[in-house]
């Protein structure tokens, strides 16, 4: 079984800080990783993807890969209420299939 | 251009009972994948299909299947309901050849059994 663990949170941290979200995976033959966002009632939407080792950025966003660690992380910068949500990592073996992480909550306080 | 379209939104089913959930996918896109959702699991694969074939499954019981159509509608049963069968049903869309990986979900079928 492929394994993907996340800290359920919830993470809570004031307005503009930056967030930090954690993932590991259990397979090294995972091929790609992935972060969506699920805002509450709402589907997951892609946030991010690396495939991969160092740090890819994309705005206010940070997406880092350790693949001898096992670990891909997500950083938020200058956290904004809007940022409120579960975010979920994926991670992506053969053709389409994923593994999700349960997801960590994150609450951003204003 | 539209969405993945689920239908329907919510239903409610009695334990024994089955059911069948649909998946329209974004015009274009031939994989469609599944998902179930809760709160104690998290999002768990069910199985993925490509221009009418299953290409992968996940580690659920036989009484979850699905099938494709020739025009990449998506079609999830899940026959003798149990009372852990109560979640979201995802369905997720993908462009042939995205680089990106990135899935395209739908809005979700929430699932009660009683």
């Known amino acids: ?110 | 251009k539209a969405g993945v379209t689920q239908t329907p939104r919510y239903l409610i089913k009695t334990r024994g009972q089955q059911v069948t959930l649909s998946c329209s996918p974004i015009s274009g896109h031939r994989s469609v994948s599944w998902y179930q959702q809760t709160p104690g699991q998290g999002l768990q694969f069910l199985f993925e299909y490509f221009s009418e074939t299953q290409r992968n499954k996940g580690n659920f019981p036989g009484r979850f299947s699905g099938r494709q159509f020739s025009n990449s509608r998506s079609e999830m049963n899940v026959s003798t309901l149990e009372l852990g069968d109560s979640a979201l049903y995802l369905c997720a869309s993908r462009p042939d050849r995205a680089n990106t990986g990135e899935l395209f979900f739908g809005e979700g079928s929430r699932l009660t059994v009683l």
Do not use: H
């Open chain 1, 1 to 110: 079984q492929k394994e993907v663990e996340q800290n359920s949170g919830p993470l809570s941290v004031p307005e503009g800080a930056i967030a930090s979200l954690n993932c590991t995976y259990s397979d090294r033959g995972s091929q790609s990783f992935f972060w969506y966002r699920q805002y509450s009632g709402k589907s997951p939407e892609l946030i991010m993807f690396i495939y991969s080792n160092g740090d890819k950025e994309d705005g206010r966003f940070t997406a880092q890969l350790n693949k001898a660690s096992q670990y891909v992380s997500l950083l938020i910068r200058d956290s904004q209420p809007s940022d409120s949500a579960t975010y979920l990592c994926a991670v992506r073996y053969n053709f389409n299939k994923f593994y999700f992480g349960s997801g960590t909550k994150l609450n951003v306080k204003p």
